[in-house]
């Protein structure tokens, strides 16, 4: 699709983040499972139901916009993805598979703070303040989000034999 | 290869973010060609001089290390300049490609800060101090190019009749 104007890449910016939100409900479930630390599994968890709120959210965006509710195929948090999946497949020892899951969730906490901001700053801009209002809400649990795992990793690799 | 502890790790994620950064190099000039704003252009072109020493950077963290100097596919990255080159060519009015070209330079210095947040705090943690140190000095310059990139995406949106 051509994308001829900043409503254009609003509508497109937020069908890749929802695609990639219903991404990250499929994945975290499987992270849960896999950690050891049971405070990280429990971080998982409770990120998973903040996670189901924000494709809500951005539900709730779609029909103030009156645009389509659907994905569009994210290839970032495919590979992002795709990376965190490889590292759960190559690592035995619990510990290890903590710090490496750690790194992985805070990368797809990145990407969805990069396009949550961008987000904002078009809704903003276009004057959908409403949509921009739902997506701060999301923002502020991505950050304390990225917060937490950055807490966890320090802990983690406390308790690591490195 | 299976990773089976933080030292493998720690190599896994620099040789990741190596290939990543030699990426990087070979789309700034792209993205600063495309660019309409003059201000936008000279962000591109001066982030390339940084990252050439990002290069240089990791190159002197895998001497110090002795691992090898190599990079390792990184599909982080190939989705965030898949969904870069995407907008590039999906868009034609210039204010409306600088907005979106701004956005995926920001996706791709987050991913790059959450990268090497996470190289930091394990270098550390394997007493690894000169490779934290050189690592720090990295994303001292990524952060600063990510919030040169959101006072041009402002200014950017501003002249923007949206």
Redesign the interface.
């Known amino acids: 699709?051509?994308?001829?104007?900043?409503?254009?890449?609003l509508e497109?910016?937020l069908q890749?983040i929802y695609y990639a939100e219903k991404q990250i409900v499929k994945e975290l479930p499987k992270m849960a499972e896999k950690a050891d630390s049971a405070e990280l599994r429990q971080a998982f968890e409770s990120h998973l139901e903040e996670t189901k709120g924000h494709v809500e959210n951005l539900e709730r965006a779609f029909e103030h916009l009156d645009i389509a509710k659907k994905g569009e195929k994210?290839?970032?948090?495919?590979?992002?993805l795709?990376?965190a999946k490889?590292?759960m497949d190559?690592?035995?020892?619990p510990?290890?598979m903590d710090?490496?899951m750690?790194?992985a969730a805070?990368?797809v906490?990145?990407?969805e703070?990069?396009?949550y901001?961008?987000i904002i700053?078009?809704a903003k801009?276009?004057g959908h303040d409403e949509v921009a209002k739902l997506m701060q809400a999301t923002l502020d649990q991505e950050y304390a989000a990225d917060q937490k795992l950055?807490k966890l990793?320090?802990s983690t690799?406390n308790q690591?034999a490195?």
């Open positions: 699709m051509a994308m001829k104007d900043l409503g254009d890449l497109h910016m890749d994210c290839e970032a948090i495919e590979g992002i795709k990376e490889q590292i190559e690592i035995d020892d510990d290890t710090a490496g750690i790194a805070q990368a906490e990145h990407y703070i990069t396009r901001g961008t700053s078009w801009k276009l950055t990793a320090e690799l690591q490195a």
